[in-house]
Nanobody
Framework: QVQLVESGGGLLQTGGSLRLSCAASGRTLHIHNVAWFRQAPGKEREFVADISGWNDNTKYVDSVKGRFTISRDNAKRTVYLQMNSMKPEDTAVYYC????????????WGPGTQVTVSS
């Protein structure tokens, strides 16, 4: 099995930066893609970014393009989300998720980390 734990969340001002980490443990060779999701108060969970386990290709939701960067360090078994030029609408609980089934489903999730951006 695979376990994921997020870290790096916090409170910051508009325009600031944070770097989130998603540390994987367990049978990490089973991981395919890794993604970041977020859920703001009163809103549906939304996809933020993902990274391929094979070639490091990345994808982003339009609202974070040019501001957020997802990356992976295989030696540290960690995926990162660098968040720059942050806005109040980025406030949410951020989750990382992994596809270990290779069928397109994100079947392993971390517990989440809170990110709050004040105006």
């Amino acid at each position: 099995q695979v376990q994921l734990v997020e870290s790096g969340g916090g409170l910051l001002q508009t325009g600031g930066s944070l770097r989130l980490s998603c540390a994987a443990s367990g049978r990490t060779l089973h991981i395919h893609n890794v993604a970041w999701f977020r859920q703001a108060p009163g809103k549906e969970r939304e996809f933020v970014a993902d990274i391929s386990g094979w070639n490091d290709n990345t994808k982003y939701v339009d609202s974070v393009k040019g501001r957020f960067t997802i990356s992976r360090d295989n030696a540290k078994r960690t995926v990162y989300l660098q968040m720059n030029s942050m806005k109040p609408e980025d406030t949410a609980v951020y989750y990382c998720a992994a596809d270990t089934s290779h069928n397109g489903d994100y079947d392993v999730w971390g517990p989440g980390t809170q990110v709050t951006v004040s105006s």
